[in-house]
């Protein structure tokens, strides 16, 4: 019972085992750190059929709980949320006194929140930690009574119960522990009876009857009821007549659904919430070989930028910029030592992914009623890998652009996910799931037409926002990168290919870029679509090649002639170092990476555009 390793069983196949992980590292955390100057590290294992906690530098021991339970820790404070009426302290339900209790206020937690924008404040204060947390426990987990219950307050819900019950019992915390302890001491199916047996006892040492205190008497203090937010699939969906917090029949076991709760504060995230988006998109990180305490520095690190007002982009930005978070992480560590470590810059190292619940609001109004409408799992990008602590900075750079031009994409400026946004962004979210090739490549035809369509927006309204890839970002992605029997860079690293991404980048987005009276090429449109209708064939692929490149060359000799404007020609041995390509690789393949390179900026280019944008912004400035 007492031990280095526990291990927690999965049984649910969702986000609810995860969050029982959580939870009993948190309080395996509480117990063996809270008084220590130096930390003991906890490990978080990911073994397919379960999970492993594991004390890395410290054997629990009798000990350890005694002095935790000289003065225990629940984990979360107790949210009181004052509503217009007002609600009263829960009491005492023997002594009748009110309980000392942590409070929250969840509408002042609100305005503070806004008030971090004003820097003009000099009084500002700082926002709870952990508050998103307690917004969505007061969303989901905490309802309002027509009466008071015995407890003397008329919140109700599964939050509530569980905290005032374990709360109102803390003297028989030991065996409250021994029994959490005993369950996961051995990779076991959870037995509630045996649980049960062992958490409550009915006899002390002394063979006296112990007493347990309960907010009702209808109430059973091994008992609490569903909460959707800690286990969606007790919610019947959006198709209930009556939703309601929880659904299912029965009572779950009140520790087990206490580790839940105390997971969320470890591995839960979301986005919604606002007037801008009511439903709640719920994310929990699935850890893979992680120590909490790194965790818990990258989860911080990354809660600082993470933000989305939509879904498909929030799923999108959840990897991205988690993934940026634990490479810098990682880096820093590194820097810290004198030595190099190996083969850790890679974020699959660390997590899997993401567990993600999206909830439909469905009542709008207080209590706020929602349902869930999509379970899901996203996998981290295992495409960013290397041993080479050199190219953390470099990786770090790919993933902003990739953010950056995830920010981009959008369907109008009033909706960024519509129409053929969707689209896309759909593809992109694949390709950072499963990090498979061809995601990225059904993405790379597909940008290069949003490209044009964004080009022309930009033309009309200045407010659209345009982001090309570099060719340095695309080789980075696809360097290590195979599809079937081959590398991708056999294909990018011909010459012909390259100078038909040549000839393309010219005849597009290069002149995009190129102010109106300065251009002396035409700007060549629908390329893209092209690549993606003749891709379907070797035959005509290698035709509209040979077309597109006769009218280029054409096009390039006239005007070298009037000596307006310079770009180099295709020669017909690399033209026909080209076609071989079509010999020995798939057409497909070919034509999407055709549109990759023939859509992205050199680095040159890049720099000369950024140069530009930010003269022209300085001069708009001016004149203003």
């Not at 910029?321 to 490479?327: D, G, Q, R, Y």
């Not at 859509?599 to 040159?604: S, T, V």
Request: net charge positive; glycine share 6%; proline share 3%.
């Amino acid at each position: 019972m007492y031990q280095r390793k526990y291990y927690i069983n999965k049984g649910s196949g969702f986000y609810q085992d995860t969050l029982i992980m959580y939870g009993f590292a948190r309080l395996v955390d509480m117990i063996v750190n809270s008084n220590r100057n130096e930390k003991n590290e906890i490990l978080l294992k990911d073994k397919g059929l379960y999970y492993e906690v594991i004390l890395e530098e410290h054997t629990l021991v009798e000990e350890d709980i005694d002095n935790f339970c000289r003065n225990p820790q629940i984990g979360f404070d107790y949210i009181f949320q004052e509503s217009k009426k007002g609600t009263k302290m829960p009491i005492h339900p023997k002594t009748k006194n009110l309980l000392k209790l942590n409070t929250i206020d969840i509408q002042k937690e609100w305005a503070k929140l806004k008030d971090k924008s004003n820097d003009n404040s000099e009084k500002k204060q700082t926002v709870t930690p952990d508050f998103s947390i307690y917004a969505l426990f007061s969303h989901f987990s905490i309802e309002f009574l027509s009466k008071q219950h015995e407890a003397g307050s008329t919140q109700g819900g599964m939050f509530t119960r569980t905290f005032l019950q374990i709360f109102l019992n803390q003297d028989k915390f030991k065996n409250f522990l021994n029994a959490i302890f005993q369950q996961f001491s051995k990779p076991n199916i959870f037995d509630e009876v045996e649980f049960n047996k062992n958490a409550f006892p009915k006899k002390d040492t002394d063979n006296n009857t112990i007493e347990y205190l309960k907010i009702g008497k209808s109430h059973k203090i091994e008992e609490t009821t569903h909460n959707q937010l800690i286990s969606p699939p007790s919610s019947k969906g959006i198709n209930s007549n009556k939703p309601r917090l929880g659904e299912l029949s029965g009572n779950p076991n009140t520790f087990i659904e206490y580790l839940k709760l105390l997971g969320c504060f470890e591995g839960m995230f979301n986005i919604g919430g606002s007037s801008d988006f009511e439903d709640h998109r719920i994310y929990v990180i699935a850890p893979k070989e992680i120590h909490l305490s790194m965790l818990r520095v990258v989860k911080k690190a990354f809660k600082k930028t993470f933000f989305s007002g939509s879904t498909i982009k929030g799923d999108i930005f959840s990897e991205l910029m988690f993934s940026k978070e634990l490479l810098q992480h990682v880096k820093e560590v590194e820097n810290s030592f004198s030595f190099s470590f190996e083969d850790i810059y890679s974020p699959s190292n660390y997590i899997n992914g993401f567990h993600v619940c999206h909830y439909m609001t469905i009542k709008k109004s207080p209590p706020k009623k929602h349902a869930p409408i999509n379970l899901a799992y996203l996998g981290i990008p295992s495409f960013i890998n290397t041993n080479n602590g050199k190219d953390v900075d470099k990786w770090i750079s790919i993933l902003n652009d990739l953010i950056s031009i995830s920010r981009s994409i959008k369907g109008s400026l009033k909706n960024e996910e519509s129409g053929d946004a969707i689209t896309g962004l759909n593809k992109l979210r694949n390709f950072l799931s499963t990090s498979k090739i061809e995601s990225f490549l059904d993405f790379q035809i597909w940008y290069g037409a949003y490209l044009m369509f964004a080009f022309n927006k930009k033309n009309q309204d200045r407010q659209w926002f345009v982001k090309t890839f570099k060719t340095d970002t695309l080789n980075k992605i696809f360097n290590n990168m195979s599809i079937k029997d081959f590398k991708i860079s056999e294909i990018t690293s011909n010459e012909g290919f390259q100078k038909v991404a040549y000839a393309i980048r010219k005849s597009t987005v290069t002149l995009q870029y190129t102010p109106k009276e300065q251009r002396h090429f035409e700007i060549r449109y629908g390329v893209a679509q092209s690549l993606q209708n003749k891709s379907k064939s070797a035959p005509d692929l290698a035709a509209y090649i040979g077309e597109f490149i006769g009218l280029y060359n054409s096009e390039t000799a006239r005007k070298a002639e009037l000596s307006k404007g310079y770009r180099k020609i295709v020669r017909e041995d690399e033209l026909n170092e080209f076609y071989t390509l079509l010999d020995n690789y798939p057409s497909k393949v070919v034509g999407a990476l055709l549109a990759s390179y023939g859509f992205a900026l050199e680095e040159k280019e890049a720099e000369e555009v950024e140069s530009k944008k930010g003269n022209n912004e300085s001069n708009e400035n001016n004149n203003q």
